[in-house]
């Protein structure tokens, strides 16, 4: 993350830079906290400042229910749900609850949008590759992705990590979807940077890291450079500290230790430790600080979670629970008008739809290009947030040489190549086959790879993999498929950015009869848990709505 | 860990502090670096100079097979083996493989020896409480817990993760037993010191940690007391590492972050910080270093792993290689004794066994106390390693609060009171139940427990559990069962300690045609794979003198 950013009179360029590129890929939480330096956060939120100046937390989420109505009267309404990706299932199921007629209209040809796990037998089609992000894309196919993975072999090209605070751990509770681990940091997996002459274990470079900042700081400490700010308890308990955590002895010298690992690990004999470090200047390679500290962002930290067997578990939980006969899959929305007591919504080669109500959750980049009369402001406003870039790779191979060679189980090696990320996977261990993501990337990086077509893809990512992990990296490769989220028809983009504030709060309002939903008007973007609260958000004002119009 | 122990000077009480007390509980290798240090290790292990100086691998294990004996004649010998725990059962699988007829014999009523997971039915019998630890418990049977555990709740009472260096996996690969992630180490999870008022999470604690060494030595360094340990270059990198490695702004000043938390989870709104930092004196507590950086140990580091179902899958799929018809439990064996061309050994109840060979995978404190004809040197050596003290209770609760109320999903809450360590399970998540390691303690910990009946121990860990949790640690259980390492029938230690490393040697070589296995022959005690590795060299050793000598 950019440190420019803390700085409050940080305007244009340095502000746009700050809200883009951050998100599932490298810590949400700066961002929130970048927003709220920039006197960007939106006060309108759930959390809300009590009459004392406290805080005070948000009424829990309390989900629509038929008794509501024999209560207060009315009468659930129909409601036209625009989007069939984890906002719009999670609304027309949280509506579900109280009896709401929904309708949910996909113009793709399946159900979850982002949260796509692909098989063998599925395809993946692209739209063809264009000049500039952000502009509107055209409609034609373009290329066709066969995926021929074997079975038990899965690949989450969108979301596939849940955080242990997020509300989507409480859905897969609700909706009986198991968990289990998902692993997003090992120590035995790789940091690989420009400077560096060979990947490093993780442990290794953490180590050497805090063995070196440990000496320094107690050296500085025990001459008395830092006499001025700690008194004789504090420095004591500092330099107890850094004993520990640097592994450093009572000479303050940092010379290695077991936690960098061994050449031959220990058994009957005692194993060959790696070796002393290398030099100060060589272990502080540029950016080791943010890849050490990946796991520390709260939306980063270990354990994380997965969804036994795909994360796609979730999204077909809620359509099951929706109902096949509510959702129109392959059906695009031309128009979005509000009429008087109802909404008009009319589609791709078919009658227009009516109903009560519309929770319009498509991506905003291609709800703004949805003839309607919702109004200039909230045509502006859907225009306003910008659909990144992001891509993934799934390598199938048929041989897991990572756990049986390499000693690593799940968990990821950071690289400043612009392959970004590689990813272990955390399930089937020990298994005949498993799925690597070759790479993960965003931002710049990820449009190199959307611009190519996947066999290019693959290459590219082959050959920058083999800087890690050598020959074997190409060996041994069953089936392999990518995503370019830009040119994912109907999608159109990993997640937004917002280079202003301007119309996010705007569009936490409903236009008229239509609301919008969306990971794109919370602070979580990126991630599902924003799609599931923007979702029980629309829904509740919606309900309460009803229930006091009758 | 103990920094003394760094000191090649260190003698007497100091080398044996230094290798008590460690193992499974803390960082295995602080063990392995001390006895370096101290030239306490044993040379004749796997890892040998060659002869340029350079150090080389060990030979990769080739298990013993059939064809062996069609390549240089002779045939496969018999063989008892004392003892049904890992080791034991190790060596009777790996003697099978190339047809040797290995009869095991055990004392207790159930094979695996530590390796003991409790499930509803299971009853833990105890030896009476004793007066001091070290000294022969009486025979006689003390106090029996029915366990009373729900349907799919288990208990690891011995091991109960797994590192992924560790040959361990590769059995679990080899018998089939599939696994899963254990949760090490949880970012919600506490931290919980003396010099606290409340318990912290330990996302928060880091945070500070890392905020205020980094703010510190980033001022340090920007005042130029660092400049005789670095130059320009230096100086750039390491200002740039604390930069992102302490969340510390432009000012070099920590003042909190995403990383410490929130009061209000960011969701539509923005989210509520947890405020600014305490000051350092208060983030400084004592031993929080060694808490902070349980995880960065060579066999403590994420991600860890245990079998789906328990750990005994591991042992129950080993006993089940070696068939039931070879396993003698409730056998105890009164009598070793080398005679010509083979061993006899005596048993409780029933004629002398004779063999071949012998493999005795005893405790050695209890092969120690057994009458034969070893010599006077073995039996010297036998009596020089002094069991520890380690206990854990299983908690079964009938909710799983620690998910639903405070979001820790696995992993450990860290105290520097008497329960040592508080598990959240690794399994289970989201379902009816859920079981709590409320204690897993060593040492002096370990024996206060170990003094008092089920009942008292209970009472104890659930008050002082209700420290870090509050109220709700003591409603909702349904079910409990502890052991006391010690007072287990048997085995009667947790693990030892070797305070003077006279013997260790000696007992790598066989007594005769007795051959000695265990992880305390190894630089793995405590762990699984040390009675693995142990059993893996006395196979290969065995294998081929009876291979030399036809």
């Known amino acids: ?9 940080a305007e244009g360029l340095t502000r746009r830079a700050l809200l883009a590129g951050i998100g599932a890929a490298g810590g949400a939480g700066a961002m929130y906290a970048a927003m709220g330096v920039l006197g960007l956060a939106p006060t309108e939120g759930t959390a809300a400042v009590g009459a004392t100046g406290g805080t ?8 629509p229910q038929p008794s509501d109505f024999s209560l207060r009267g009315g009468r659930a309404a129909t409601v036209l749900v625009l989007g069939a990706g984890v906002a719009g299932l999670a609304s027309a199921y949280e509506l579900g609850k109280a009896g709401y007629h929904c309708t949910v209209i996909e113009a793709r040809d399946r159900v979850g949008g982002r949260s796509m796990t692909l098989r063998g037998g599925d395809s993946v089609t692209e739209l063809p590759a264009r000049a500039g992000a952000g502009e509107p894309g055209p409609a034609a196919a373009g290329a066709v992705q066969r995926v021929t993975f074997g079975d038990g072999t899965y690949f989450n090209s969108g979301p596939a990590r849940i955080a242990q605070w997020m509300v989507t751990l409480d859905y897969c509770r609700e909706l009986g979807v198991p968990l289990e681990v998902f692993v997003n940091n090992n120590a035995s997996a790789y940091v690989f940077t420009a400077g560096m002459k060979a990947p490093v274990r993780a442990r290794t470079a953490r180590a050497d890291a805090y063995g070196y900042i440990s000496e320094l700081l107690a050296k500085a400490t025990d001459e008395g450079a830092l006499d001025a700010r700690l008194d004789d308890g504090d420095r004591e308990r500092l330099l107890d500290f850094l004993s520990s955590f640097g592994e450093i002895g009572a000479s303050y010298e940092y010379s290695g230790g077991d936690r960098r690992g061994y050449r031959v690990d220990p058994g009957v004999g005692p194993g060959t430790a790696l070796g002393p470090p290398p030099a100060l200047s060589d272990v502080l390679g540029e950016g080791l600080g943010r890849m050490l500290t990946m796991d520390a962002g709260y939306d980063q930290a270990m354990p994380m979670f997965q969804p036994v067997g795909g994360m796609d578990s979730i999204v077909r939980a809620l359509a099951r629970e929706v109902g096949a006969a509510n959702i129109r899959t392959g059906t695009r929305v031309t128009g979005i008008m509000n009429r008087p007591g109802g909404v008009e919504v009319s589609v791709e080669g078919g009658a227009p739809l009516t109903a009560d109500y519309c929770v319009a959750a498509l991506p905003p980049h291609l709800l703004a290009r949805i003839p309607g009369n919702l109004g200039a402001g909230v045509q502006a406003a859907l225009g306003t947030p910008v659909p990144l870039s992001a891509g993934k790779l799934g390598l199938e191979y048929g041989r897991r040489w990572w756990e049986i060679e390499d000693r690593v189980y799940g968990g990821a090696t950071e690289t400043d190549l612009d392959l970004g990320h590689i990813w272990y996977p955390s399930y089937g261990f020990h298994t005949d086959r498993g799925l690597i993501v070759g790479y993960y990337n965003t931002g710049a990086d990820a449009e190199t790879y959307a611009a190519l077509p996947h066999g290019d893809r693959l290459r590219r990512a082959l050959a920058q993999g ?3 992990h050598g020959r074997k990296y190409g060996a041994n490769l069953l089936a392999s498929a990518s995503v370019a989220w ?8 990993a997640w937004v950015r917002w280079p202003s504030m301007n119309g996010f709060s705007l569009l936490q309002r409903p236009a008229g009869r239509v609301y919008f939903a969306g990971d794109w008007l919370t602070h979580l973007i990126a991630w599902q848990a924003g799609a599931f609260e923007s979702a029980r958000k629309v829904v509740t004002e919606l309900h309460h709505r009803v229930l006091k119009e009758g």
């Open 56 to 63: 005070r937390a948000p009424a829990p989420y309390v989900p």
């Open 466 to 468: 083999g800087m890690v």
């Open 486 to 493: 830009t040119r994912q028809p109907h999608i159109e983009g």
């Open 1 to 9: 993350m950019e440190r420019e950013g803390s700085t409050p009179r």
